[in-house]
């Protein structure tokens, strides 16, 4: 079966580390988007990409960056961790937006 | 003012009720609308997709649509304790490729 993975599930980092979160879809989707998730603040989006290359900021960008290589994978890399990016961070792959987003489970990052 | 607005709750309702949540988003131009599930933990799902102005029914749940308004809801009937959950509502603004999501309803249905 089709799906979407993160990983880590978990992981803790330390304040100005270079940390990247995983995420792995098979749906063949050409759609991907990273979003954080806070209390009080719903989902927010950060990065998305519409295929092979493509990669546009979201609304929560700063201190992000994605690149995407193949269809598969878009990474999620925090270049200097900061204790604001302590949140849970949720893939979706989508193959139009008439069809909605589908989650990877996500990943709960701490920054210490 | 926020592109898509969810009261927060919590909202309760006894089980066997009909559960009503609401959501008003900003961009006219808005074509698709979606409302996602999920659990305490877990990563949201989608259950239920709406287009056109009107009701929309799948089993217990109904999504409700009304451009003029700005306002799409969904309504679950007969409601369960698993039905326990916070319910986002997602609009595709038409001017973008992306969803903007709302910041969610929780509901707790008492047994």
């Known amino acids: 079966d089709a799906e979407i993975t993160q990983s880590p599930r978990h992981k803790i980092t330390e304040t100005g580390r270079q940390v990247t979160l995983a995420c792995h879809q098979t749906w063949n989707h050409n759609n991907m988007f990273w979003y954080r998730q806070d209390l009080g603040h719903g989902l927010r989006l950060i990065h998305y990409?519409?295929?092979?290359?493509?990669?546009n900021k979201g609304e929560v960008s700063d201190g992000y960056s994605v690149s995407r290589s193949n269809t598969e994978d878009l990474p999620l890399t925090l270049e200097s961790a900061a204790s604001s990016q302590t949140s849970v961070y949720f893939c979706?792959?989508?193959?139009?937006?008439?069809?909605?987003?589908?989650f990877g489970s996500g990943t709960r990052l701490t920054v210490v | 003012q926020k592109e898509v607005e969810q009261n927060s709750g919590p909202l309760s309702v006894p089980e066997g009720a009909i559960a009503s949540l609401n959501c008003t988003y900003s961009?006219?131009?808005?074509?698709?609308f979606f409302w996602y599930r999920q659990y305490s933990g877990k990563s949201p799902e989608l259950i239920m997709f709406?287009?056109?102005?009107g009701d929309k029914e799948d089993g217990r749940f109904t999504a409700q649509l009304n451009k003029a308004s700005q306002y799409v809801s969904l309504l679950i009937r007969d409601s369960q304790p698993s039905d326990s959950a916070t319910y986002l509502c997602?609009?595709?603004?038409?001017?973008?490729?992306?969803?903007?999501f709302g910041s969610g309803t929780q509901l707790t249905v008492l047994p």
């Open positions: 961009d006219r131009g808005s074509q698709s």
């Open positions: 979706a792959s989508s193959p139009g937006l008439d069809y909605g987003y589908t």
């Open positions: 709406i287009y056109s102005n």
């Open positions: 990409s519409y295929g092979v290359q493509d990669t």
């Open positions: 997602a609009v595709d603004p038409g001017s973008a490729r992306q969803l903007t």
